[in-house]
């Protein structure tokens, strides 16, 4: 019988699944995930459109049903190191990187980030609060085990300090550690790395990093969860105190010939959401979406965006803005745009928080890992699917893709891409079909 | 009866009903904090001799809900249940214990909006009855 | 009667005769001298029929039985209890003062052996005072009359269709553990229990040491059985409402279905 | 074994603990019988939660387990299989939900909903008090699938199962397959040829030795569960009955006829979207003039839903009408454009830089279209311009949405499977289980749930595919220990409960303690229908058992007095 193993690139909810979906199927999966924990961006949003559904509470117990599986062996804090061969005979090096932590001691207690004294922004709270140089990336991390961030570390960069290791009453801070390189067969590759954002400070004129009450959705997203760095409540940045007056811009940096064509297809309904959310915790809150189309094709989100309109006062404006900037002082946000129409008008508008749905963009790594893998990309950087009759082929035989990596695309359809990798992998196992 | 706040008992089925009982709460339909729920895997399991006790011990009112006929997940389970419940409300009324204190109805897995209609308009005719008299009655 | 054994070609006899100056039942094999034979039975011979079966073996038996206990007979042959080829039934026609003193409706067995058939009594002025009553008043008639229960299981151990060994209501799970009197749920779930087979020959009634009108309860119930499902118990054709499917009946749709 | 109850309240972040009061509900419950631990967690169900449990059952000895916070319906898996690792029976977990059924529906009543909470924790610890361990059965899986639909999604599923070497069995109602794609000739956004796709699809069930396509026919019944379905097909004045592990619906959706709106059925030259595919795919579009109207039939009162293809199917056949006649004068009259993702943004804008107007109306200003001789005249409001308009065309072109076939109900009546209002079928959860039901080995794909694209029906015809190869490659399935057990010492074979049972699991056999029912584990579903209809509690049901349910209702009417104090 051949080569049994698959590996899944990305841990993010579409690699889960389809690693889940192949272990189910009988595949040994290995799940390589180059943070610290597995979760991806759905690990950090507070609720899911449209029925907002707790994020958290539906992805953790599959994060744990990966972790528990007897055949999936997940590799975080590791990247996809080289690939030779072909489908479905893959030689992979996997490089796991160096956390300076003994996995078998760590308890996740938390004593050595009490005494650490390097503090770093958080990755997963989108830099509004501070992280330490040992960390453990959120609370529901998967698997419960710290990292130290090598590039902040006083011991790892200067050699002094040293104050974790000293504290650690598990012996598990390593500060020799090595990066480990795994080498396995492979019959099918997934890519599941899923996306980044793009840096709103590259277009200062929508005012992120301008502005201090400009923030981006996934921030908003953080300051309404309540294991967030507000406990959920709706504060601004400048002065934190409760905004009133929020604004929602759509397609910063989407749809948008300078930057990135593509629609990203979820913000709509993100923005709604987040609107709603916004309106549970300040009833008083007025809410404005400036956007250009409403995309609401999926299941039940028409009614989402009448619910958001109707039931809470949410406000929809077709338009663009032309002009952002501070108010008078350091809080709040006047933001210039058009009304629609003939009559339309010139209007300037303040707001005391400003949240940008910038473009989701393909995973930044996404260049080096098309190249190890000698698979395409298309003009916007995901990963070329060519063939309609296997929506999840790439173009190298039995590397497959799911979910973001290969366009824009929400939970569900990650999902159902993920299980139809499954699918496929077993296609190239039992029939032979590459 | 004003601030009267009836104890209200119900069993769902796991299919249908405590699903559709799911479905509103994702969808925050809000209704009236009386209503305990019992899950059950069927609407045919519930025993009206759990809906006896209940009555006869001071519950004030008693909702069985399952899924719609001809859409029970155990085919014809639903069957019973729409024969049983109601012969047991008609007992309870022989022997002085308002019938409407029992309640079988239908709820599927797709109807939150059906089950908050269900729970907020029986709370409603529970409080209209006043607490159940049986509370009264001392053995 | 002893034609019994050649017409009904049965092996045994079940009957009722004076022994020691009492009513007592009686298992008479062929060539057994009858004795004083009895038609006054002061019990169901259906509950003993259904205690001596056990012992018969492949004995076919003959019961004398009266309308109650044929119809008892029958609910217990729809339970695979009986085995109907085993058991023949001799029709005894109750006097008058014996429907009288049962209120029985329903008097006449199907073939009469013995006696000659009454008209039935009139309606239970009993059951329809108290379906008169308002439900306030209801309910304080029926707590006044449970209370007065000693939670002897006379009404149950007499019962012809009582057929469980262990009876659920001696556990705490439904009646709560207060002694006597057991609570107010005790005859209600009696009651469930019986609405699908009671025959309405008031033994539990006859049993009761604290005079509960228990018959007047099975009978009000019997009526709603009858009303909701068209079920009439010891109709030896009708399978019970509570355990079948719905075929046949119009579905119940989401209104007022209780 | 003296009971020793553990009880973990969750905060579920802020979903739970900012309307139950969660402190206080720790408070009550480290008071009720036989809990000898009580505490609280952010997130129960994170590994840190967790692992709180498994540390606490370890260290208080506990014997039992209380978790509330969500849906037994997601989450008990994921607590049972924590219980089992910290060493005790999964069947010694009871759930208690204070998310949906309390803290969600009662957000303004923050008191009464924490009282609500501690009856229901009160609830669930009477239970865990008496519940008691259990072992799972396993049943053996029948390595076959059944596929109902043969359109796009359908023939994806079957396609990918037999691939896999699964033998499959497709029912399609229809006397051909291919279901919409067979009216259309190419697949947007790219241009893929679909008559292609449908024959490169038909070839693989057309060689395959393990298809079996049974044409103009309907699956008429459907019995058992995941693993062992019995199913007959009917078809052509025959009956057959097939045995399969698993069952995928893909029974698709139709195109709304908008009879009667915007001169539909009754002015020449109005058609739908579809009926422009067929006169595309012949190469009979002459017109010069054309308007699409969008959102016919959809995104209003009565029908609200967006149905997710039709803005693409505009786009796309305007520039097919282009490609033929590039000096076509072509106006889309939309509400919005919902070109999501990379490639239907583009064609997008290829439409735009190609010249096809694009007007937007509003549902208060709805077009108007009349004819005048041969042509036919359009008025609408243009929302962006602020004024009305009038185009005159020679085709009028409706988009309207895709809606579920009538005969929808029946598959769903048959496989006791929900839909929502709109007809389409109703997956196990929104977000994370678009392929599933919630009953076990029947899943879902294409438009049946939603109306979908070319491309998704393929991808999760696929995914459905893979999901049902899961028990099948597993080849058994376990059976959840909620079966009924009979206590032969109690029995008095009555056979209420083997008349009651829907499954005919039960018999009256001999035993040694005389005539008794008899329960077959491998036919009994756990439905407890033959527990209502026993009189003296001889037959129960694992895990609902009437000890159990009875001391809930005590629990209830003990917490009832203690809350209101």
Known sequence: MECKKVVVVGGGIAGIQASLDLADRGFEVHLV???????????????????????????????????????????????????????????????????????????????????CPVKVPSEFEEGLTIRKAIYLPFPQAVPRKMTIDKDRCRKLTEDKCGVCQKVCQAGAVDYEQEDLIIELDAAAIVVANGFDMMDASTMPQYGFGVCKDVITSLQLERILSASGPTSGHLQRPSDGTEPRKLGFIQCVGSRDTRTHSYCSSVCCMYATKEAILAREHAPDVQITIFYMDMRATGKGFQEFVSRAKDSYGVRYVRTRPAKIQSANGESGVLMSYETRGLAGEAVTDEFDLLILCPALIPARDNYSLAKILGTELDADGFFVTPRLSSPTDTTTNGVLVCGFASGPIDIPDSVSQASAVAARAAEIVEGGRT | MTGFRPTILAFCCNWCSYAGADLAGVNR??????????????????????????????????????????????????????????????????VGIDSRRVKLDWVSAAEGDKFQQVITDFVEEVEGLGPNPSKEVRF | MRLAFEEMKADRLLAARTEHGNVAPVLLAKGDEPGEMRTDVPYQMANILLRVVPYLGSDRVAVVARRCDEKAIAEMTKRGLLDPEKVSLIGLACDAEQVGACRCSDPCPSTVHIGECVKAAP????????????????????????????????????????????????????????????GFAFHLIRSIHLADKCVECGECERACPADIPLLALRKMINRDVKEMFGFVAGDSEMTSPLLTTLDGEPMEGDDDVC | MTSRIGVFICHCGHNIASTV?????????????????????????????????????????????????????????????????AGINKYLFEFVNIREHCSWIHTKEKEEATKKAKKLVAMGVAKAALLEPQEEGESGVVPKAVVIGAGLSGLSAAAALLNQGIETYIVEKEASVGGILRDIAVIGPDDADAQELLGSLTKIIEESPKANLHLSSRVTKLKGFVGNFELTIEGGGKEETVQAGAVIVATGGVEHRPEGEYGFGKLKGVITQLELERLLGSGEVGARRVVMINCVGSRQPGREYCSRVCCNASLKNAVRILNINPDAAITIIHRDIMSCGTAAEELYREASDRGVRFVRYGLDQRPEVSA???????????????????????????????????????????????????????????????????????????????????????????????????????????????????????????????????????????????????????????????????????????????????????????????VAR
Request: charged share 25%.
């Open chain 3, 123 to 182: 309606a239970d002025n009993m059951v329809e005072d108290l379906l008169a009553k308002s439900m306030p008043e209801r309910l304080k008639f029926w707590t006044a009359q449970f209370r007065k229960c000693n939670k002897c299981f006379g009404c149950t151990s007499n019962c012809p269709v009582c057929f469980c060994d262990e009876c659920l209501l001696e556990e705490k799970t439904f009646t709560p553990e207060k002694g006597i009197p057991p």
């Open chain 4, 372 to 562: 005048e001789g041969e042509q036919l005249v359009v008025e609408v409001f243009d929302e962006t311009l602020d004024e009305k308009i009038e185009l005159e065309s020679d085709l009028v072109v409706l988009a309207t949405p895709i809606v579920s076939p009538e005969d929808s109900s029946e598959t769903g009546t048959l496989l006791k499977v929900p839909r929502d209002k709109y007809g389409f079928f109703l997956e196990a959860h929104v977000k994370l289980r678009p392929i599933e039901f919630a009953t076990d080995g029947v899943f879902v794909c294409g438009s049946a749930r939603w109306p979908v694209s070319a491309r998704e029906c393929i991808w999760q015809g696929q995914a459905a595919a893979a999901k049902a190869s899961i028990p099948i490659s597993e080849g058994k399935v376990v059976i959840e220990a909620i079966t009924a057990e009979v206590n032969s010492e109690k029995c008095v074979a009555c056979g209420n409960c083997a008349l009651a049972c829907p499954y005919e699991a039960i018999e009256i056999v001999d035993t040694e303690s005389g005539r008794a029912a008899r329960v077959n584990e491998a036919q009994c579903k756990g439905c407890g229908t033959c527990v209502a209809a026993c009189h003296n509690d001889a037959i129960q049901q694992k895990g609902f058992s009437s000890r159990q349910l009875g001391a809930m209702i005590d629990a209830l009417i003990r917490a009832t007095a203690e």
């Open chain 2, 29 to 94: 339909l809000q209704m009236p904090t009386n209503v305990n729920v019992v899950r059950v895997m069927c609407s045919a399991s519930v025993k009206p001799e759990y809906v006896i006790k209940a009555l006869s011990q001071g519950i004030d009112g008693v909702l069985v809900l399952g899924c719609h006929i001809g859409d029970c997940h155990y085919m014809t389970g639903n069957h019973r249940t729409a024969r049983r419940i109601p012969l047991t409300a008609k007992v309870l009324e022989t």
């Open chain 1, 33 to 115: 995930e180059k943070s610290p924990s597995i979760g991806g961006h759905m690990a950090q949003l507070d609720k899911t459109f449209p029925t907002n559904d707790c994020s958290m509470c539906i992805l953790s117990p599959k994060m744990i049903s990966c972790a528990d599986h007897e055949n999936i062996v997940i590799h975080t804090y590791s990247e996809l190191e080289a690939v030779d061969g072909a489908a479905p005979n893959f030689k992979v090096a996997i490089r796991e990187k160096a956390r300076y932590i003994d996995v078998n001691r760590c308890t996740a207690c938390g004593d050595c980030v009490a005494k």
């Open chain 4, 21 to 85: 009061d969660v402190e206080d509900v720790v408070e009550y419950a480290k008071g009720l019988p036989s809990v000898v631990y009580a505490g609280h967690n952010l997130y129960s169900c994170s590994q840190e939660g967790l692992s709180a449990i498994k540390e606490s059952i370890k260290k208080n000895e506990l014997n039992r387990v209380v978790v509330a916070a969500c849906t037994p319906r997601t989450h008990e898996p994921l607590f049972r299989r924590a219980c089992e690792q």
